[in-house]
Nanobody, 116 residues
Framework: QVQLVESGGGLVQAGGSLRLSCAASTRTFSAYAMGWFRQAPGKEREFVAAIRWSGILIYYADSVKGRFTISRDNAKNTVYLQMNSLNPEDTAVYYC?????????WGQGTQVTVSS
């Protein structure tokens, strides 16, 4: 069982930046692929970014490439999402995801609101 706690969401103006953090309560954090998803009002949850255990393999949704950066610190059991050049379309609840052996774990989500 893995517990994930996100933080760092908030209200920001268009063009601004936010950094999300996700702390995982597990002694085997490095075994998990970590990711970020988001869900806007009235829409389905969508993939944002993911990073493998080594930090070498990284994937981004086309909509955030060049603006968002995912990273992880295995010593701190934490994954980060640096979000730059935010626009109102990025407004959503952002969820942290941990995946291993076909099992997904989710955080409670953190709200990101971008005003125009």
């Amino acid at each position: 069982q893995v517990q994930l706690v996100e933080s760092g969401g908030g209200l920001v103006q268009a063009g601004g930046s936010l950094r999300l953090s996700c702390a995982a309560s597990t002694r085997t954090f490095s075994a998990y692929a970590m990711g970020w998803f988001r869900q806007a009002p009235g829409k389905e949850r969508e993939f944002v970014a993911a990073i493998r255990w080594s930090g070498i393999l990284i994937y981004y949704a086309d909509s955030v490439k060049g603006r968002f950066t995912i990273s992880r610190d295995n010593a701190k059991n934490t994954v980060y999402l640096q979000m730059n050049s935010l626009n109102p379309e990025d407004t959503a609840v952002y969820y942290c995801n941990a995946r291993a052996d076909g099992t997904d774990y989710w955080g409670q989500g953190t709200q990101v609101t971008v005003s125009s």
